[in-house]
């Protein structure tokens, strides 16, 4: 149960790389993370799944919470670096067709 969340920002682009578990006891310091920068306008936020080993239906309602955000703002917001477990629940969910997700290339974890 420990999140580690790490942004760069570049020009109007902001870059997040989260590692651990996304579930109801880190979902709010995740939310307090995403929600400000989604508020701004006209920007880019990307979120790396890289090292997320578990996500559950809260942490799924944050990404909700920053789709709408983003929307709101004229900003967009793109997933990518799931591994296949945290994406088909993306999918079985139907995020992600309002989602831009992004897929993993082959060699990259």
Known sequence: MNLTIRSEQTDNAHHIYLAGEIDAYTAPQLRESLIPLAKEKGIELTIHFNEVEYIDSTGLGVFVGVLKTTDANGSNLKLCGMSSRVRRLFSIT????????????????
């Open 94 to 109: 139907g995020l992600d067709e309002v989602i831009t997700i992004e897929e993993v290339k082959e060699g990259q974890s």
